[in-house]
């Protein structure tokens, strides 16, 4: 995209040459046209710009065979992080939508929701652990230049990723009341919302293989491929949500239980769509028929890799699910304000976590290809966009908290409990932004362990006990859990950019 301007630099010099004065009669008057020629030189570049910037959306968009370890590292990052965003805006938006809806049930649904979803946390924390890790593998071998073997990999990922599932399904199958139960649920939860839990837990298989096929994508490059299956599963949702749940002509009212359905049926034409898209080749990886067959050494890596992964997840949701219980002994509007407040929080992190996943992808692979000083430039550069964006949300959520939530309910005791914790949020959301990046790079490289032990220290060591003391014995009740997690996240957030300024993460072997 530099051609134009090289011509216009031509037609420059050309025009110098010509009105070049002599040296004893030169006047300002006489320079007059050099002038011209500098401001049309900058005009061209501004258009060059822009021109150049409109190709790299569209390359975003719809995919690039570029390579990320060779092209400038903004265009990288640019490239990488636009459909990344636009994936995860959409996976909040469902998930607003979701709860917008599911809120015209009472606050009973939403709650049914909430404890939900700190057993599918802990699901999540699993298939994210072990999408971390394939992420940094295939990763590896794209920036190897590596194909072959990146393909083997895949095919070996959602193969230990349907393994996983399996416990998962049973529970959600055959114990879906008694886990609403172990939580806390209200009655209402227990005869009505157990279908939810049913529905959604049952599905795990789903859930596990759309994230570890997105991972696989976004570890080779292939950031539109993902972006696009996203939009197709959470399209699906969003339009079936109000159909399912409050019904419409011939189909019937479902409720709570419509939401879980609608959910199981945009996920999985999305995994369908993945499964052909990956058989027929994107732009920088294929699996082919072929390498279908178990190789041990390649899952036992994978698995090794993902091991810190899925255990800082689980350390992180499973302190989450200590957090629901005691907002649950409080009384289920502390659990439906944060459950709302959760969702709202996830529409603005989504964004951040897509230019976090783009650092892993770049850490990745350019340490595969030898390029550790590039890998770190990369995540330097993400993390001052991720700060930006994150001070631009605080400040929404310092001075409209309570207007957000009003959108998802009436109920003024659950918009003023999920207010307050936005607000709280607010004087500290620029730390997550870094938290984020630096933590996704640490997973990049293959460092998976060292974020599950900061995990370790902030969430179950600092994070549960001081919950439980604020809220419980010193009766701040949900005010206590809020401002525990302030702390807890914040200090992790800050210790986590430490370590990583240390740079050991850059002599990880994968």
Known sequence: MIFPLRISLGNGIYRINRYLPAPEKSTMTERQPTTEIENEAVVTDQVTARHSMWTDLKDAIRGTDADYTKIGLKRAIFLLAVPMILELVMESTFAVVDIYFVGKLGSSA???????????FLLYSIAMGLAM???????????????????????QSI????????????AGLFFSKDLLALMGGDQWALDHGFRYTQWLLGGSGIIVLLFVINAIFRGAGDAAIAMRVLWIANGINIVLDPLLILGWGPIPAMGIQGAAIATTIGRGIGVLVQLWTLAKGGKHIQAR?????????????????SLGGIGQMIVAMTS???LMRILADVGSEAVAGSTIALRIMMFTLMPAWGLSNAAATLVGQNLGAGFPDRAESSVWKIGVY??????TVSLIYYFFNES???IFTSNSNVIAIGGEWLQILAYSYFVYGWWMVATQAFNGSGDTRTPTKINLVFFWLIQIPLSYWLAIALDWQHSGVFWAVFFSETGAGIFTLWLFRKGKWKKTEL
């Open 289 to 305: 028929l072929s390498q279908l067959k178990v190789e041990a050494s390649i899952l036992m890596n994978i698995l090794r890799t």
């Open 110 to 120: 939403v709650a049914t929701v909430g404890l939900t979803e700190t057993y599918l």
């Open 386 to 391: 991720n700060m930006i964006f994150l001070i």
């Open 404 to 406: 957000l939530m009003a």
């Open 133 to 155: 890790a394939v992420t940094a593998v295939v990763a590896r071998r794209i920036g190897e230049k590596n194909k072959d073997m990146a393909g083997r990999s895949a095919i």
């Open 320 to 322: 989450w699910i200590f």
């Open 159 to 170: 193969i230990l990723a349907l393994i996983i599932s399996l416990p998962f399904m049973a």
